[in-house]
């Protein structure tokens, strides 16, 4: 449909050749894209280091309750005792003095 309109307006022997151009623009746009998004997933791994510790907001993270108050917090932010795990200090010093 859109080639009918170009083939008005310009002469339609230069046709294929504006066709084999657009298509060559949308696949060079594609390709841009794609690296792009690549590039993005890229800094933002970067950013962080690797997901190999546990405090990355992105990775999946073991929840405890403190075994006092009951309140859950990452295992990596708990405090453990001997068999269970504290929210802070204080609550493990109160139950295992
Ligand atoms: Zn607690």
């Known amino acids: ?54 405090t990355t907001s992105t990775a999946p993270q073991v929840m405890v309750s403190c075994a006092l108050c009951g309140v859950h917090l990452p295992k990596s932010e708990a405090f453990s005792g001997k068999a269970k795990h504290y929210c802070s200090l204080a609550h493990r010093q109160q139950r295992e003095p």
């Open 1 to 54: 449909m859109w080639a009918r309109a170009l083939c008005l307006k310009y002469s339609c022997s230069e046709l294929p050749d504006m066709k084999y151009a657009i298509v060559f623009l949308v696949i060079l746009l594609g390709v841009w894209l794609w690296r792009k998004n690549r590039a993005d997933d890229r800094n933002e791994a970067g950013a962080q280091p690797k997901p190999k510790s546990a």
